[in-house]
T-cell receptor, first 115, second 109 residues
Framework: DADVTQTPRNRITKTGKRIMLECSQT?????MYWYRQDPGLGLRLIYY???????NKGEISDGYSVSRQAQAKFSLSLESAIPNQTALYFC??????????????FGPGTRLTVL | RKEVEQDPGPFNVPEGATVAFNCTYS??????FFWYRQDCRKEPKLLMS???SGNEDGRFTAQLNRASQYISLLIRDSKLSDSATYLC??????????FGAGTILRVKS
């Protein structure tokens, strides 16, 4: 079984709809992240969480919210989806190994299309 | 200026060739770097970590030049299966990663 899973894998929705993307991990990591990937822009950080009580905004958090329900679960919500939120979304986890080592492990991604 | 910049390519090389990618970064306080590999429509996967001057793993060699603020990835004896997008990633601050946009490699027979 995959260590980091995301649901749904693909989603098509309409402008104004509320969407939730879910991420679960079995790696036992404290740190979880949400990224979006757009062609030519690389991955950009939306939100991150270093433990259940710690939620932080990334560089592009506007229009998104998150919930860390447990150590293993981190959800991303789009309260009112808009077309420019069409992208590939990745969840990732990491465990700080010391000396700045922060290797991240990614889920398979959710392809979201907002019409 | 982007914090991590890469030549997007594509680099088209024949099997067996040696190919090198460079990546530059703007934050001199960055602690460590990574090369991730991403296949089309798949998740990024860690290829190599670069914590000091460099790292070697089989056909892959990564080097870090802090004075010039660049990281390189060298692939020797390219295989068809090496075709992918290679992401340069910096561990800059606050325990977050900053990703380059990626370099596309196409290895052809």
């Amino acid at each position: 079984d995959a260590d980091v899973t995301q649901t749904p894998r693909n989603r098509i929705t309409k402008t104004g709809k509320r969407i939730m993307l879910e991420c679960s991990q079995t790696k036992g990591h404290d740190r979880m992240y949400w990224y979006r990937q757009d062609p030519g822009l690389g991955l950009r950080l939306i939100y991150y969480s270093f433990d259940v009580k710690d939620i932080n905004k990334g560089e592009i958090s506007d229009g998104y919210s998150v919930s860390r329900q447990a150590q293993a679960k981190f959800s991303l919500s789009l309260e009112s989806a808009i077309p420019n939120q069409t992208a590939l979304y990745f969840c990732a986890t990491s465990d700080l190994l010391g000396q700045g080592r922060n290797e991240q492990f990614f889920g398979p991604g959710t392809r979201l299309t907002v019409l | 200026r982007k914090e991590v910049e890469q030549d997007p390519g594509p680099f088209n090389v024949p099997e067996g060739a040696t190919v090198a990618f460079n990546c530059t970064y703007s934050n001199s306080a960055s602690q460590s770097f990574f090369w991730y590999r991403q296949d089309c429509r798949k998740e990024p996967k860690l290829l190599m970590s670069v914590y000091s001057s460099g790292n070697e793993d089989g056909r892959f060699t990564a080097q870090l030049n802090r004075a010039s603020q660049y990281i390189s990835l060298l692939i020797r004896d390219s295989k068809l299966s090496d075709s992918a997008t290679y992401l340069c990633v910096g561990h800059m601050y606050g325990n977050k990663l900053v990703f380059g946009a990626g370099t596309i490699l196409r290895v052809k027979s």
